[in-house]
């Protein structure tokens, strides 16, 4: 069985969703294509950051979110707190939101169904590739086959479609992996737990306890993987930070958390192209993650809306007119942030005290907001203060870091995962006292 659309959109994610929405609005026709039955849910912090509430708002779309996540609260290993600031932006909101990925990704799902685009139940297990390279079609375990003029993938880290198509290079990736689980708790703000995996030597990522809905937060643990992607074994790190949750009194001691969830993530654009001939990656099959604090949603939207923008200014030229408008709306970002994380967690002592800083009496106000600012990739729309004036200087730094000749670099090190910076090749178990 065969169907012809003007563009194919296989994972029906966020990334998915949002490109298959504004291409249907806009009277193209399109199938949204994911192996799965919605509503399913994902493995994720469930926190949409200040970009990706944006696009929401510039699409007039509304989710049943959970509420919104302001100022987040920093857990620094010496277990000391600190409150990072969230500021309203030229080009964003002064907050995220928080939405369970099972309601999220079913409400963008329906919303592109509602304007159109053509729901379609379907592993992909193969591509229709011509001599020129082009994918003609991408097809399914059961024989269906979905023609487009342009294919947009954005079917996540692992992206069958890249693979398929020849552009996912395994080893050229920077690879993380996290697991979550909810517990009953009630948590007033977003809880970012730093940790020492020895004294004075960082742990490889981080943990959170996010708020969620009906009385249920999201707890959960990442770390980095650098270019392996190894299976990384986070049952017992999880444990460990729930009992140290416990101990500090952010959740009940009596309170276990319930069926755990991983997945894989791909960070700082990296493992693949953009886009390459008539197929185009978004979201996390372009490796859209963050690679300092490993959020995705909002990259992923972003990236898809620039997808489909690029598609209907014109279907032939649609894969390099995305790749720059993608490389100038996250490619100073990524680069610089992937060199900064490698060259601190290369040195996990030295970063181990720096991450103390951000907790730290008398600094911590200046530090945070700066960090708050530029970790959260929001430095470019950041409106004039000292910490945004700040944040711009450490992402002009870090771009210096990401320009130097290979030959001067520290050997690469792990990066973050989602959520949770990067780290050292050699994982270790979190401390999980005091």
Known sequence: ?????????????????????????????????????FPRDKACGDLVGPHGVQVLADLGLRVPDAGQGSDLLAVGPSGRRSRLPAFTGRTYPGHGIIVPRLALDHALREAAVQAGAVPVRARITAVDQGPDGQVDAVVSGDGQRLAGEVIIAADGALSPV????????????LWGF??????PAEVPLPLLVLLDASPWRI??????????????ANVGIGVGLGHSRRQAPLRDDLTRLVALLGQRGDLDENAPPGPVMGGWLRMGGTGTPPAAGNVLLAGDAAGLINPLQGEGIGPAMVSAR??????????????????????AAFGQY????????????????????????ITAPVVR???A????????????????????????????????????????????????????????????????RG
Do not use: C
């Not at 969703?17 to 039955?37: T, W």
């Not at 990524?334 to 800083?357: C, D, I, N, Y």
């Open 178 to 183: 996290a697991i979550r689980a909810y517990v």
């Open 365 to 367: 106000r200046a530090v």
């Open 203 to 216: 742990y490889p990522g981080y943990g959170w306890l996010f708020p969620g809905a009906d009385g249920q």
């Open 1 to 37: 069985m065969s169907s012809r659309y003007d563009a194919v959109v296989v994972g029906a994610g966020p990334a998915g969703s949002i490109a298959a929405l504004v291409l249907a609005r806009a009277g193209a026709r399109v199938a949204l294509a994911d192996k799965a039955a």
């Open 334 to 357: 990524m680069a610089g942030a992937s060199a900064l994380q490698g060259v601190l967690l290369h040195r996990p002592r030295v970063t181990s005290a720096a991450t103390r800083l």
């Open 369 to 432: 907001g700066t960090w708050s600012i530029y970790w959260n990739a929001l430095a470019d729309g950041a409106r004039p203060r000292p910490s945004a004036w700040a944040a711009r200087g450490v992402q002009v730094l870090a771009g210096r870091v990401a320009r130097r000749p290979a030959s001067s670099a520290p050997v690469t090190p792990a990066r973050g995962s989602s959520p949770g910076p990067s780290g050292p090749p050699a994982r270790r178990a979190p401390r999980t």
């Open 162 to 173: 890249a693979r398929l198509a020849g552009l996912l290079d395994p080893q050229a990736a």
């Open 306 to 327: 620039l997808a489909a923008e690029a598609v209907l200014a014109g279907p032939g030229q649609a894969g390099p007119a995305y790749a720059q408008a993608l490389e």
